[in-house]
């Protein structure tokens, strides 16, 4: 038998390989996160027919080695972890990555690692990926040393708090005549979440010069350094002076405790800020804004933002921060082995995952609705696949031909 038909043999083997691998690209041309391979050659072992030799003394020069070539065998498939383009989706749990890393996955025994960010929250308020696979991060404020665990978002809710202070800004109309009343209702909240109506009366007293006479809260009249919801209001103004040109000069800032009769609700020390108050010619328009309470709420829906931090929207209004998505990174991400599905296993040679949070490390930040689309580049498969074809064609020529010397051999007999 010939040496040259084996090779042929060698060859067809080898891209047919290559046919498969440009076959599976082209099939996941569309899937999510997906990262196409590539398949490299290298020669098989050349048998030596004669070896080297150096320059004799005698004046004789050398000869170089004789040998030939037995074929060609598969050197590499190569995962080429390219970066490829996000597809808009506007869903709030899908993510791209932008740049390096991994999302981590759990069955509840191993993680696993994806590109592929299709996630969505289950019956019990887990975040998974396809397949029931938990999106693992960490609690917020937890460090990120710890191992993470999966996130889950059921049952989440937020007391209610009290509000901190009243900040009003606005304009007081300069043109008033002494005595001239303004009205103002804004509402603040007990420590139980319930709302209150607490009622203003800006009192311009001279040139330059108002005072807020007195306060009610729920139709109570109460004093304002030492408020109560019960007993004689013990009146105490908030005198507010402004300067010429209509900026505040003083009186600006002030307390109120609030204590409630039935001892339901907790003391309320707030702070009442008049410091962005300005007075000059026109209509009143006083404007003023509760800080730092709400009602009790729970969670309604979520955002995630390109750090992988996971806010809880609230029935309350509110919003709070409670997740963040762990990432890994590898020193050599092409080391993975691919599992199917979209994920991939650490293996000896990819490294130990790096886990951190998005945007830090090396890691790529994320794209909040949307997925990364497969890196195929379809123009580069189709020509890979000619050069597959052709030489596969070519191999199976050196076999016809090795034939045809051996055909031509055998009729020597005749």
């Known amino acids: 038998m010939m040496r040259s038909m084996f090779s042929g043999v060698s060859g067809l083997k080898a891209h047919q390989l290559q046919m498969d691998v440009i076959g599976n690209n082209i099939s996941n041309v569309n899937t999510i996160g997906f990262k196409s391979s590539r398949v490299t050659f290298q020669e098989i072992y050349s048998q030596t027919l004669k070896s080297a030799t150096g320059p004799s003394t005698g004046g004789r020069g050398g000869s170089n080695p004789h040998q030939v070539g037995l074929g060609v065998a598969v050197g590499t498939v190569d995962v080429l972890h390219t970066r490829s383009g996000a597809q808009r989706t506007d869903k709030a749990t899908d993510l791209s990555i932008e740049g390096d890393g991994f999302f981590i996955v759990s069955d509840g025994v191993s993680n696993y690692y994806t590109r592929a960010g299709n996630f969505d929250l289950d019956r019990l308020g887990n975040l998974t990926a396809p397949g029931g696979l938990t999106v693992m991060g960490w609690r917020a404020g937890e460090p990120t040393s710890l191992a993470p665990r999966a996130i889950n978002l059921a049952g989440l ?13 606005g304009n007081l109309n300069a043109d008033s005549e002494d005595g001239h009343i303004e009205n103002y209702t804004i509402s603040l909240y007990d420590s139980l979440g319930r709302e209150h109506k607490v009622d203003l009366e800006f009192q311009k007293t001279s040139t330059n010069a108002w005072a807020v006479n007195s306060i009610s ?198």
């Not at 580049?377 to 020529?397: H, P, V, Y």
């Open 157 to 169: 809710h937020m007391s209610a708090r009290q509000t901190d202070a009243l900040n009003f800004n």
């Open 217 to 414: 809260i729920d139709d109570q009249q109460i004093s304002i350094t030492n408020a109560i919801l019960e007993g004689e209001p013990i009146f105490n103004p908030i005198d507010i002076t402004f300067n010429t040109d209509g900026s505040l000069d003083i009186g600006a800032f002030n307390n109120i405790i609030v204590s409630f009769a039935d001892n339901s609700a907790e003391d309320m020390n707030i702070a009442i800020d008049f410091t962005r108050l300005t007075q000059s010619s026109g209509n009143t328009n006083v404007r003023g804004e509760q800080l730092g309470g709400y009602t009790a709420g729970v969670i309604d829906s979520i955002n995630i933002d390109s750090n992988g931090v996971v806010t809880g929207l609230y029935t309350n209004g509110q919003a709070q921060t409670e997740w963040v998505i762990s990432m890994a990174n590898f020193t050599n991400p092409a080391g993975l082995v691919k599992l199917g599905n979209n994920l991939f296993e650490q293996t000896t040679n990819s490294g130990t995952a790096d886990l951190g949070t998005a945007g830090s490390g090396g890691r790529g930040v994320l794209n909040p609705g949307s997925l990364e689309m497969s890196n195929v580049d379809l123009g580069k498969e189709f020509t890979d696949m000619i050069i597959a074809q052709r030489g596969f064609q070519a191999n199976s020529r050196i076999i016809t031909t090795s034939d045809e010397l051996l055909q031509e051999l055998v009729n020597l007999k005749r």
